[in-house]
Nanobody
Framework: QVQFAESGGGLVQPGGSRTLSCVVSGIDFESTAMAWYRQFPGPGVPREWLGVVSATGSTKYPSAMADRFTISRDNAKKTVYLQMSSLKPEDTAVYFC??????????????WGLGTQVVVHS
């Protein structure tokens, strides 16, 4: 069964940076495109897609994220990373990784990890 273990969240001051990690098991990681998502506080809030790294390492982001977020992967460690910079209070959310269906922003599975919370606050 696929599992995602996100880590690296915490309290960050506005303008600061943070790198999140996600260790993946239960899938053919090397062949799977991986994405990051986030979910803002509140009931029923959908997850927001933050970008994707393909199996070959190419990346794609929504235009609003492209200048502050960078996704990378280490296939040997079966880990995907999200580097965030110039963080703002509105980036406060729980961050998740998931596989992604090729050519889409849709997550590969409904079996989400616990996520890692990032709080941007002075």
């Amino acid at each position: 069964q696929v599992q995602f273990a996100e880590s690296g969240g915490g309290l960050v001051q506005p303008g600061g940076s943070r790198t999140l990690s996600c260790v993946v098991s239960g899938i053919d990681f090397e062949s799977t495109a991986m994405a990051w998502y986030r979910q803002f506080p509140g009931p029923g809030v959908p997850r927001e897609w933050l970008g994707v790294v393909s199996a070959t390492g190419s990346t794609k982001y929504p235009s609003a994220m492209a200048d502050r977020f960078t996704i990378s992967r280490d296939n040997a460690k079966k880990t995907v990373y999200l580097q965030m910079s110039s963080l703002k209070p509105e980036d406060t959310a729980v961050y998740f990784c998931n596989g992604v269906k090729i050519g889409t922003t849709f997550p590969l599975t409904d079996n989400w990890g616990l996520g890692t919370q990032v709080v941007v606050h002075s």
